[in-house]
């Protein structure tokens, strides 16, 4: 079985400074990760996504991630915040077994100070 | 141009009635989902469609029936309309091979309001 966990439901960070949104997952198999963002009343958007290659990913927006497969972590990073970075992420898993679903966390909503 | 455009963008109807949300995507993918986000954020897999066949179909009130007339649309058909159905409804849609290759794209979304 697979699943996600995000473990802060709320961030709030200072314009400027970093950005770190935490993501778990389980998996039995080397999964596919991911980190979508919504900004309000809006779809969601991939940032960026692990599939079994490089395990530091880069993706938009300035927006890193690192699987670690020792800690089964997959977190989100930004050196430095932004307001327009204000918006909810979503941490996403998908292995093989289940090759057309994924898994959503229940999502941090990231609040960026002025 | 969109990739993954849903209609309405909002719905609001009393209970009991009978609604339609159509998703269309023009991105040449093969399969198509919609995707329920109660007021939590908290989202959840409806239905999938591959090449126009069902391919997932969780635990759903059979008032809900997606069809899927071509590979390019996916709609969303809610008989009898309740409360709880109150949600914002997403379409997304993946390419050919396996989605955990390439992650969807979703539409922005349609806010339901049952009254």
């Known amino acids: 079985a697979q699943s996600v966990t995000q473990l802060d439901s709320h961030v709030s960070v200072s314009e400027g400074t970093p950005v770190l949104l935490r993501c778990n997952y389980s998996s039995s198999y080397s999964p596919s990760l991911f980190w979508y963002v919504q900004h309000p009343n809006k779809g969601l958007q991939l940032l960026l996504k692990?599939?079994?290659?490089?395990?530091l990913v880069k993706g938009i927006n300035g927006f890193e991630a690192e699987f670690k497969k020792s800690e089964t972590s997959f977190h989100l990073t930004k050196p430095s915040a932004h307001m327009s970075d204000a918006a909810e992420y979503f941490c996403v898993v998908s292995d093989p077994n289940t090759g057309n679903q994924f898994y959503f966390g229940t999502g941090t909503s990231l609040t960026v100070i002025p | 141009d969109t990739a993954v455009s849903q209609t309405p963008k909002y719905l609001v109807t009393q209970m009991g009635n009978d609604k339609s949300i159509k998703c269309e995507q023009n991105l040449g993918h093969d399969t198509m989902y919609w995707y329920k986000q109660d007021s939590k954020k908290f989202l959840k897999i409806m239905f999938s469609?591959?090449?126009?066949?069902?391919?997932i179909n969780e635990t759903v009130p059979n008032r809900f029936s997606p069809k899927s007339p071509d590979k390019a649309h996916l709609n969303l058909h809610i008989n009898s309309l309740e409360l709880g159905d109150s949600a914002v409804y997403f379409c997304?849609?993946?390419?050919?091979?396996?989605?955990?290759?390439?992650?969807?794209?979703f539409g922005s979304g349609t806010r339901l309001t049952v009254v």
């Open positions: 692990y599939t079994s290659a490089a395990t």
């Open positions: 997304a849609s993946s390419p050919p091979g396996a989605p955990r290759n390439y992650g969807y794209t």
């Open positions: 469609y591959n090449n126009k066949e069902l391919i």
